[in-house]
């Protein structure tokens, strides 16, 4: 039984294979930064031994929105309580990934400025037409440099 023994997950070591799959829980507060709340379901998840905790999806394009209080780590997202959370998992001997989306023309609710994915194409359901990708490539690359501060 390997369940509880050490283990290594694309180069991060993990002090056992008790995973916990990514998952949005719509639990950052209208800025898209993280809540007591979430810090809270998150180290609650390390205490009770879960090795590796996959997040739900966090933006990292400042305009993007997957759905209603989404975590951003995007360009201008103030990280500090992101920073906070990963801590108390460290803490407690857990690791933390963050799943990183875009979802670009189809978000969720006004977009806030600029849209940009793939291609510029139309999307049926929510009528906006997106910049390309490579366009608006800063955001993304900005959103990956954060990226390492964290697991
Ligand atoms: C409430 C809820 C939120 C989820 N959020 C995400 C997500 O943010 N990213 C993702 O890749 N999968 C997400 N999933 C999918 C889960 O990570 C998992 O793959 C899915 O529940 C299938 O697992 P199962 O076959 O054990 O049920 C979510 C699932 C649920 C039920």
Redesign the pocket.
């Given at each position: 039984m390997k369940v509880f023994q050490q283990g290594t997950v694309g180069g991060i070591e993990v002090k056992n294979r008790v995973f916990r799959?990514?998952?949005?829980e719509s639990m950052a507060d209208e800025g898209g930064r993280v809540s007591p709340a979430m810090t809270e379901m998150y180290t609650g998840l390390a205490k009770g031994e879960v090795g590796l905790i996959i997040t739900?999806?966090v933006c990292f394009a400042s305009t993007d929105n997957p759905s209603a209080r989404t975590v951003s780590m995007g360009p201008d997202a103030d990280l500090s309580a992101l920073r906070a959370l990963t801590d108390a998992v460290h803490g407690h001997g857990g690791r933390v990934v963050a799943?990183l989306a875009h979802v670009g023309s189809q978000l969720h609710g006004a977009p806030s400025g600029e849209v940009f994915a793939p291609s510029a194409v139309v999307d049926p359901v929510s009528g906006i037409l997106p910049m390309s990708g490579e366009a608006r490539v800063e955001g993304p690359i900005e959103g990956r440099r954060r990226l390492f501060m964290f697991n």
């Open positions: 799959s990514a998952t949005y739900g999806y799943q």
